[in-house]
């Protein structure tokens, strides 16, 4: 029985990827800082936890003791984390990094976090300028692409089997970030209109966690050194978005599509882009991997995730509060009605 460890496995990719794994015949070990954090379902099926703080060498070590077939990082955040990995890759046979599409800039050095959006020619391929490695403040704007840069890099020179994915936008259960959350909400709340920027016609490539575990498997029997996009094999706009967990929730609601007179505050969503952003998958491909499945399909067990927790009566850390700025911005309900308000008396 092939054996994986997964690094920070208690979050939503190592959820996703423990699952994936332990139903086609892996040995699984996660680590995290809390056993209280692992989900159950996980150790339902069989995962052991091993507690380890991600900066703490020697807790690594043993969890990995003898070696395994796949080892997994879904915490590796700077060229530190990274030199920390290297002595792991070396008894594993095929190494998986997690990274992020922030680190692709654009011909004038633009990036996902940049002031002024990023404006691609067309779907990105791995081969794409990336922003310069540093060692500012990964938890920054500026700071978290370049430091997953320099990760790539203290990696990709090792000269070992490690394979760096870079995905888009995850959704799925146990999202510390739950982006999905804007429409579920208001699907709710019952809200009789949705509003949305841009004519709805933003799009910023989503990944499933699914789809990054699926991809993790095909990983695990090709190793190599290389870089590979993960997202969804489809590219909803945020209209699309909306409409996918409209229908997954019953939730008939009118939308209102604004275009580049509204007030700009109104209709918000995470998936808002002036230019598309998306993800070019052949490379993976071609490598032999196959999707989970599409958005609509793999969002649908977040949804249910997030409305189970509403009606559990308790947001046990899952549902973002209302206060959170990330949030807030989102629902503004009263501007909301009296915009809508307004275009009633209007007509």
Known sequence: ???????????????????????????????????????????????????????????????????????????????????????????????????????????????????????????????????????????????????????????????????????????????????????????LDRRAAVLLARRGSGTVHPTAAVNVAALIETVAHAPGARVLNIADPDVPSALDISRAIARHLGHDREEVLLDDSADPDLGLTPWDSAHPVVLDMSAAVELGYRPAGDYATTVAAEVDWLVDAVRNGGRAGILPRADDPRFSRFFDYAAEDRFLAGRRRDT
């Open 1 to 187: 029985m092939p054996r994986a460890l997964i690094l920070g496995g208690t979050g939503m990719l190592g959820r996703a990827t423990a699952l994936r794994l332990l139903a086609t015949g892996w040995r699984v070990t996660v680590t995290g800082r809390d056993p209280a954090n692992m989900p159950s379902e996980v150790a339902a099926a069989g995962a052991e936890f091993v507690p380890a703080d991600r900066a703490d060498a020697g807790r690594l070590r043993a969890a990995l003791a003898d070696g395994a077939e796949l080892l997994v990082d879904c915490v590796c955040y700077t060229a530190a984390d990274a030199r920390l990995l290297l002595p792991l890759a070396k008894d594993a046979d095929s190494t998986v990094l997690i990274s992020s599409k922030a680190v692709y800039v654009d011909a004038h050095g633009n990036h996902p976090n940049s002031d002024v959006e990023p404006r691609y020619d067309g779907p990105i391929r791995e081969t794409q300028a990336t922003m310069a490695p540093s060692d500012v403040d990964h938890n920054s704007r500026e700071g978290y692409g370049a430091n997953k840069v320099a990760a790539e890099h203290v990696a990709l020179d090792s000269g070992l089997p490690v394979t760096v994915l870079r995905p888009s936008l995850v959704h799925g259960v146990g999202a510390a970030f739950p982006r999905e959350w804007v429409f579920v909400k208001r699907a």
